[in-house]
């Protein structure tokens, strides 16, 4: 661990933190209406707490789109869609719509 930095050094001791990134990005909160992006190592534990708050809205956004890719496959397969069929349109046409 010669060498290594603080945060190198906790990214070989604890396997959890091995993708820790290198910067942590604070959103525009209150009166600060910039976004900061701070290295991981000043980075307070109020800085982790902003961040992953909005990590969080970002995943559930993501989840939200997967899902409803995953509903449109879903009910596509149901009506006997294959695989190069537009999806939307065999949904459409099995509920009578053109």
């Known amino acids: 661990m010669i ?3 603080k945060m190198g050094q ?3 001791r ?3 933190l091995e993708k ?3 910067t942590v990005r604070i959103p525009a909160l209150g009166n600060r209406r910039e976004e900061t992006v701070k290295p991981i190592e000043t980075a307070t534990v109020d800085d982790l707490a902003f961040a992953l708050i909005a990590l969080n809205e970002q995943s559930s956004v ?3 789109e997967i899902d409803a890719l995953r509903t449109l496959q879903d ?3 149901k009506v006997g869609a294959r695989g190069a069929d537009i999806a939307g349109d065999a949904l459409i046409a099995a509920k009578g719509g053109k």
Do not use: I, M, T, V
Request: overall charge positive; aromatic content about 12%.
């Open 20 to 22: 820790l990134p290198e």
């Open 62 to 64: 993501l989840y939200r």
């Open 14 to 16: 604890h396997y959890g």
């Open 3 to 5: 060498g290594q930095s």
């Open 75 to 77: 009910e596509a397969r």
């Open 10 to 12: 906790l990214r070989a």
